[in-house]
């Protein structure tokens, strides 16, 4: 059924454009978007699709794109691999690009369906793929704050910086899937080359219904800093049993979009998030705006919006170097070169190059709770991590 | 020599047991089967992928409906048995061995296998005890699935590449299409066949009451194990043909909602039914397109965020509605709308074997 | 040691706490409510709304928020079970499915699917405890171990002693004979099931006060109902011995053995129990034939 609107409504398109030159209405970029909007998985990427939306909104509304809309058509994958796969099928029927909002299961379909039908596929919510970074897959993009690698060795940079000298023992909180336990695994072997002292991965699943037992190994085995990056669930729950259980050391974690209001919740001094997304604590001009356009259009609060935002800021950027008409092709060279302000959402510009999908450059920034001014900190300023 | 007066005259034992039998429906069954081969030629590349999937939903229905349905032993376990299929042969494709017909077999004999596992509790388990056996199972299984994938380095899942048969290369909606649709109609004729058998009788006795079946001298056990075997076999196979068909194989696409997914398409087509089988399979499949069709139609700029718990919402919405006030499901629809065109004034069609 | 075993009591009130529902359900509608998980789930959101309506009244707003939850069970009965009377008892359990369908898509439309916490609303804190032996739990763990322990009671002296309490009893035994006997059996059985949402939405509420609240907290109620079962379907005594192994093997699992199978241990205790004793520690032997 929607197939047949769909086709008939591109065919009236296509005769329209062809009559004349004065085309009343103009053709749009049409865009696809797999994003699990619903499914248990859906708080961390459903903030992504209604970013999008009000951005968008805002484009077209002021003109569009050299006088174009842009059209993006949203696919609820509920965080399901097949049903992302079935997305991507139908979305790529004269789409320019597909987004890929939603967890890392999907991305296997979504990519091969991309690669099948040459179409730039953009990571504008989940974790950055490693086709993204250098020697990054023609094809594949990311702008998701988030990265493997990067990110643990930011933190443990970080924990080493706060240590001040002193040999300190770390302690690491994986969930049971792939990406986390391998990142951790990882972040555990750079610990050592670092000279710390390192516990063995502590592997949680996902629905625990109590996080005490695994954060009771981390207390016994004597971790000074634990260092935890999975989804927001897994992470938080280990921090608070360990609070919880009257441990005294320090914890890391990776600050999705709960970040702000938990470290406000919680006001605990030992909770640092990391995060590549300026928190909305810090009032920029940019969050204000945000605030404003999304007041009364959007479920989540303004500031889950950032890694929507600005992922919609890249696209955008991309579609505007391509002008009209655009192709595939045309864009994904667009995109291999784009660079975008990113108006202080991010610590610095998102630049893309043929080789790097992913930036040239990533920023982080560490917040945690301040008993004193009784309010979140930034602990230092932004730190840059190059991209090579 | 097709049957005369309606299907109520046979005058020879073949065309008794003709599968079809009157005029009609060979007419209506060779349209159904023009339709089905030219509708590539029509249709878009979306119609077609629907129709796919409806079809594999129907093999995997078919074979919940030989467990549940014709013997009577509920099983929740259905998504684990697909799982058990898909990663076989992921595992196969793992190390080198690529060609179905290697993969397939050793696809059916590991559904073998784990029917006869879970088959075996049964037949001392009734019921909910059964089930709930059954949704054990399926956990264990999809622990062993996502150990399995969590050790393949790293992988979010497993690659299948395209299947080749000989020089056949099955890739693409439309080869799909005809792979798909194939092999239901073969799998539905298989399911036909074995209801009409003895066996399917056996079942039959078994679901109804199964301690008066072994006071007639049907061997209980053997036929329940039968039961479970038959409908595990198929759908291992399924879950094979749903890794080749997605090219792609994770553990998170298994979960409990597929088994009640399946429950649902049965249920909602009518137990014990084939053509019920197949009916609730198509319904299910398509129930959340017509859900967007609707939406879209009646407020297309519809609060998007809404429309997508709605969806899910609404298909359990129908099921409950379907459960509570139409037990005999869509076949138990499809028979009294045909009766009442086709015996219209009358009101009820004299008894036969079968309807 | 006594951490593992103070955290092993804890979950076990909260799987406990669910299991009540399972088996209170079960003596009633011989049906396994499957949407026993979403029922906690439940409890949780409206007390996040009651909390969110009355701020700073915990007094209000907890009573409140359990009387909605037995409130739904009623409904719940009256709509779906009854009219599924009489049909095979697969059907029954599907319709519980679809329950829990319609309760997660409905939580989702109205609280869309952000974590929550009550607690903030309720102006209440959840300071830890220490206990002896060195072990430290939070005071809402305190608070869900209290709950079971006064539902228990509760119940056994309900169903022992009052007089509605044995007609429940004996119309969760023989219906028929109950209802020849001038029992309301639609009464009592629209109870059990107001008690079973009540437990579920209490265990809900502690839960969410606890840790956190999201709709997709009803996969907790899959594990308990292994609890259930291994107790026995229709022992409510059963239910306090079972929730106490299975959770003693996820929290041994954890400390001592391998973390991830604690996924899945309350499956292998169901399995285990299936294959050798499949009515359950304390259930009826024939029970199995029933269904």
Not at chain 2, 289 to 305: E, K
Not at chain 2, 318 to 335: C, N, T
Not at chain 3, 155 to 183: C, D, H, N, W
Request: proline fraction near 5%; charge should be positive.
């Amino acid at each position: 059924m929607r197939g047949g609107i769909l086709s008939a409504a591109a065919a009236a398109l296509t005769l329209a454009a062809a009559l004349a030159a004065t085309a009343q209405t103009p053709e749009p970029y049409r865009i696809g978007m797999t994003v699990a909007i619903t499914g248990p998985f859906s708080a961390g990427y459903a903030p992504t699709y209604e970013a999008y939306r009000t951005y968008f909104k805002r484009v077209n509304d002021a003109g569009g794109i050299s006088g174009h809309p842009v059209v993006i058509t949203y696919e609820d994958d509920r965080g399901e691999p097949q049903r992302a796969a079935a997305a991507a099928k139908k979305l790529t029927d004269g789409a320019l690009l597909l987004i890929n909002a939603s967890i890392s299961p999907t991305y296997k379909p979504v990519m091969a369906e991309a690669e099948a039908t040459k179409t730039p596929l953009l990571f504008g919510g989940g974790v950055c793929p490693r086709e993204a970074f250098p020697p990054a897959a023609p094809l594949i993009f990311c702008t998701t704050s988030f990265g493997s690698k990067w990110d643990s060795r930011m933190a443990l940079s970080f924990i080493k910086e706060q240590s001040g000298g002193k040999k300190v023992k770390v302690g690491f909180a994986a969930q049971d899937i792939p990406l986390s336990r391998i990142e951790l695994e990882f972040a555990e072997q750079h610990a050592k080359e670092l000279g710390m002292d390192t516990i063995p991965v502590v592997v949680v699943p996902g629905a625990a219904s109590d996080f005490t037992p695994f954060a009771q190994n981390l207390k016994d085995a004597g971790a000074d800093w634990v260092f935890s990056w999975a989804p927001w669930g897994v992470e938080i729950g280990v921090f608070e049993a360990l609070n919880r259980i009257g441990w005294k050391g320090h914890y890391i974690l990776y600050g999705h979009q709960p970040a702000q209001d938990e470290l406000m919740r919680l006001k605990a001094p030992n909770l640092h998030a990391l995060t590549g997304n300026a928190m909305f604590i810090e009032s920029l001009p940019i969050h204000a705006e945000i605030t404003k356009l999304v007041q009364g259009q959007t479920n989540h609060p303004a500031h889950y919006m950032a890694e929507g935002w600005t992922s919609a800021m890249v696209l955008e950027a991309g579609l505007r170097k391509c002008g009209w008409p655009c192709t595939r092709d045309k864009l994904a060279q667009a995109l291999s070169s784009v660079s975008v302000d990113t108006r202080g959402l991010r610590g610095g510009p998102i630049e893309m190059t043929a080789d790097n999908h992913y930036r040239k450059a990533t920023y982080y920034k560490v917040y945690r709770w301040d008993a004193g001014k009784n309010a979140i900190v930034s602990v230092g300023g932004w730190s840059k991590l190059d991209i090579k | 020599m097709p049957a005369l007066g309606g299907g109520y005259f046979k005058t020879s034992y073949e065309a008794d047991l003709a599968l079809v039998d009157t005029r009609l429906r060979r007419l209506a069954l060779t349209a159904l089967v023009l339709v089905l081969l030219a509708l590539p030629r029509f249709a878009s590349g979306f119609v077609l992928d629907l129709v796919s999937q409806a079809a594999f939903a129907a093999i995997g229905a078919l074979a919940l409906n030989v467990l549940t349905g014709l013997a009577g032993q509920i099983s929740l376990g259905h998504a684990g048995l697909l799982a058990a299929g898909a990663f076989t042969t992921a595992a196969l494709v793992e190390r080198g061995i690529v060609s179905p017909l290697v993969t397939l077999p050793a696809t059916a004999l590991v559904g073998g296998v784990l029917g006869l596992v879970v088959g075996i509790p049964s037949l001392r388990l009734k019921g909910l005890y059964l089930a709930l056996g059954t949704l054990a199972m399926h956990h264990v299984v999809l622990y062993a699935a996502g150990e399995m994938q969590a050790r393949a380095g790293g992988n979010t899942g497993f690659t299948i590449p395209a299947p080749r048969l000989g020089g056949l290369v099955f890739r693409g909606t439309v080869a799909w299409y005809y792979a798909l649709v194939a092999l239901a109609a073969l799998v539905l004729v298989l399911v036909v066949n074995l209801q009409r058998s003895r066996a399917g009788r056996a079942w039959m006795a078994i679901r109804d009451r199964d301690v008066a079946a072994a006071s007639v001298g049907i061997d209980v056990a053997r036929y329940k194990l039968s039961a479970f075997v038959w409908s595990s076999v198929i759908t291992a196979l399924a879950g094979a043909l749903f890794a080749y068909h997605r090219g792609f194989v994770s553990v998170e696409a298994f979960g409990f909602f597929v088994a009640v997914d399946y429950i649902a398409m049965i249920i909602i087509g009518g137990l014990g039914s084939a053509l019920g089988a197949v009916l609730g399979a198509a319904f299910v499949t398509l129930l959340p397109y017509a859900i967007d069709a609707l939406v879209a139609g009646v407020s297309p700029d519809a609060a998007q965020y809404y429309v997508f718990p709605a969806k899910f919402g609404a298909f359990g919405l129908l099921m409950a509605l379907f459960l509570v006030f139409e037990p005999l499901g869509l076949v138990g629809i499809w028979r009294r709308v045909r009766n009442w065109v086709f015996l219209w004034p009358f009101r009820h069609r004299p008894l036969r074997a079968s309807s | 040691m006594a951490q593992a075993l103070a955290t092993t009591l804890v979950v076990a009130s909260l799987y406990a706490l669910l299991g009540a529902g399972y088996v209170l359900v079960y003596r009633a509608s011989r049906v396994l409510n499957l949407a026993q998980g979403d029922l906690l789930t439940l409890g949780g959101y409206f007390l996040f709304a009651t909390a969110a309506t009355f701020p700073d009244a915990p007094a209000l707003a907890l009573p409140l928020a359990a009387a909605l939850s037995a409130l739904t069970g009623v409904l719940v009965y009256v709509a779906l079970m009854r009219p599924m009377a009489g049909h095979p008892v697969f059907a029954a359990v599907l319709v519980t499915v679809t329950l829990g369908i319609l309760l997660r898509a409905a939580i989702v439309l109205v609280f869309t699917d952000r974590t929550r916490h009550p607690l903030q609303n309720l102006g209440l804190s959840n300071p830890p405890r220490p206990l002896a032996g060195g072990a430290v739990v939070s005071t809402f763990d305190l608070v869900m171990v209290g709950a079971a322990v006064a539902l228990f009671a509760a119940l056994f002296v309900f169903l022992k002693v009052s007089p509605l309490g044995i007609r429940m009893r004996a119309a969760g035994e023989r219906a028929l004979l109950a209802s020849q006997r001038g029992i309301n059996f639609h009464g009592v059985f629209a109870l059990s099931w107001a008690l079973a949402a009540f437990a579920g939405g209490l265990a809900g509420m502690i839960y969410s006060s606890n840790v956190r609240l999201e709709p997709s907290l009803g996969i907790l109620g899959l594990r308990a109902f292994a609890v259930a079962l291994v107790g026995g379907l229709d022992s409510l005594g059963g239910v306090v011995p079972a929730a106490l192994l299975v959770a003693a093997v996820e929290v041994a699992s954890v400390r001592w053995g391998n973390p991830l199978l604690s996924d899945v241990s309350p499956f292998l205790c169901l399995l285990a129990m299936l294959l050798i004793r499949p009515w359950g520690l304390f259930g009826t032997r024939e029970e199995l034939e029933r269904v």
